[in-house]
């Protein structure tokens, strides 16, 4: 069975400072990746996402993703944080070429100090 | 483009009622996912449906809840004979090709 772990609950950085968000996942075969982000009573807001093809994929809001399938790691980076970038982060996976279910990691609680 | 739509928002049950959650994919989606957030144990993967079929269930609990995706209107999650214990965020997902998933705002129950 697939499996993520988000080894950081919270995360606490100052605003403009860099930020990476560790994520592991446990899966056989390729896995899609994606990371969504949600804010306090909202729905989850895709970030990025990776199928294929470039390690590393850009994506909304100035963040980036580096896939390494040698660590099973899909890390989150932003080079400088805004406070508007506090919110929870999910990390998640997905086998049968991106058809079944997401799986998701527990989240990790982004605080930006000013 | 409207997102994927759920309503109601909140929604206030009494121990025993039901519950009907209603999500509508984006517009071309033909693909919805359901899922449940709870406190403690972060978000799970309920049901898969494509219209009129569903793909994937593994997720679901084996009772009181069910789920459909008629072929003309909304995607539907109802939960029968609410306990205080269903008291969470519910979202819909909806995909075009089976790929990337795009979630709506959620429904949170609560079950007094």
């Known amino acids: 069975a697939q499996s993520v772990t988000q080894p950081d609950i919270h995360i606490t950085v100052s605003e403009g400072a860099s930020l990476e968000l560790r994520c592991n996942y446990s899966?056989?075969?390729?896995?899609?990746l994606f990371w969504y982000v949600q804010s306090p009573g909202q729905g989850l807001q895709l970030l990025l996402k990776?199928?294929?093809?470039?390690?590393l994929v850009q994506g909304i809001k100035g963040f980036e993703a580096e896939f390494k399938r040698s660590q099973s790691s899909f890390n989150l980076r932003k080079p400088s944080v805004h406070w508007s970038d506090a919110a929870e982060y999910f990390c998640?996976?997905?086998?049968?070429?991106?058809?079944?279910?997401?799986?998701f990691g527990k989240g990790t609680h982004l605080i930006i100090q000013p | 483009n409207a997102g994927v739509m759920q309503n109601p928002r909140h929604l206030v049950r009494r121990r025993g009622q039901e519950a009907r959650l209603r999500c509508s994919p984006m517009?071309?989606?033909?693909?919805v996912y359901w899922y449940r957030q709870l406190p403690e144990e972060g978000l799970k993967f309920m049901v898969y449906?494509?219209?009129?079929?569903?793909?994937?269930e593994s997720g679901m609990p084996k009772e009181r809840f069910s789920a459909e995706f008629p072929k003309e209107g909304p995607s539907i999650l109802r939960i029968q004979q609410v306990v205080r214990g269903d008291s969470a965020a519910y979202f819909c997902?909806?995909?075009?090709?089976?790929?990337?998933?795009?979630f709506g705002p959620g429904t949170r129950l609560t079950v007094l």
């Open positions: 997902a909806s995909s075009q090709l089976a790929d990337t998933q795009y």
């Open positions: 899966y056989g075969a390729t896995p899609y």
């Open positions: 990776y199928f294929s093809g470039d390690t």
């Open positions: 998640a996976v997905s086998g049968g070429g991106g058809a079944d279910g997401l799986t």
């Open positions: 517009k071309g989606h033909s693909h």
């Open positions: 449906l494509q219209k009129e079929n569903i793909i994937d």
